[in-house]
T-cell receptor, first 112, second 115 residues
């Protein structure tokens, strides 16, 4: 039973446009959500997070939205840049539980 | 502040052998987690150590084991290697507090190839 799902394995967008990456979860105990970006041959790097007490968190070009009733979160990147091309992982955790559950990732390609 | 380091970066082994991977967390971080990433798969959680004790465990066979030392450095061991163990093994560290919402910071990974 996969508790965190990223249903789109890949996404391609034009430079300057918006990229929207989606993530669904099933465990209602999750209360902290994160997005990581991963380049080939490197470990994932933390991008942005959101606590379940919020429905939006913004950091520069990156905004994460959380819809608790739908158990859905999304990452918006505006404007998209070629350097954003990477694999994006969604992760969810329970406070104090000490581990995160990851989705399978979405490969974003931003075309110049 | 130095990031998470993992050694070795690349490793080639044959079936039946065993392997030990090492991870040094960010200074001050007490929690170390290990993940396996295979092609086309997400990050599969192996286990987490906090204060030298295994605090969480994923659904991997007993061939996969780990430990953590008093300086928070961690090692992961895989015995009787199988071809399917070929993967990128990632280590992540976090503060590990009991009241925090943890952000994990990853190392570059060890790429293991089993022939």
């Amino acid at each position: 039973d996969q508790q965190v799902k990223q249903n789109s394995p890949s996404l391609s967008v034009q430079e300057g446009r918006i990229s929207i990456l989606n993530c669904d979860y099933t465990n209602s105990m999750f209360d902290y959500f994160l997005w990581y970006k991963k380049y080939p041959a490197e470990g994932p790097t933390f991008l942005i997070s959101i606590s379940s007490i919020k429905d939006k968190n913004e950091d520069g070009r990156f905004t994460v939205f959380l819809n608790k009733s739908a158990k859905h979160l999304s990452l918006h990147i505006v404007p998209s840049q070629p350097g954003d091309s990477a694999v994006y992982f969604c992760a969810a955790s329970v406070t104090n539980a000490g581990k995160s559950t990851f989705g399978d990732g979405t490969t974003l390609t931003v075309k110049p | 502040k130095a990031g998470v380091t993992q050694t070795p970066r690349y490793l080639i082994k044959t079936r039946g052998q065993q392997v030990t991977l090492s991870c040094s967390p960010i200074s001050g971080h007490r929690s170390v987690s290990w993940y396996q990433q295979t092609p086309g798969q997400g990050l599969q959680f192996l286990f987490e150590y906090f204060s030298e004790t295994q605090r969480n465990k994923g659904n991997f066979p007993g061939r996969f084991s780990g430990r953590q030392f008093s300086n928070s450095r961690s090692e992961m061991n895989v015995s009787t290697l199988e071809l399917g163990d070929s993967a990128l093994y990632l280590c992540a560290s976090s503060l590990g507090g009991t009241t925090s919402q943890e952000t994990q910071y990853f190392g570059p990974g060890t790429r293991l190839l089993v022939l």
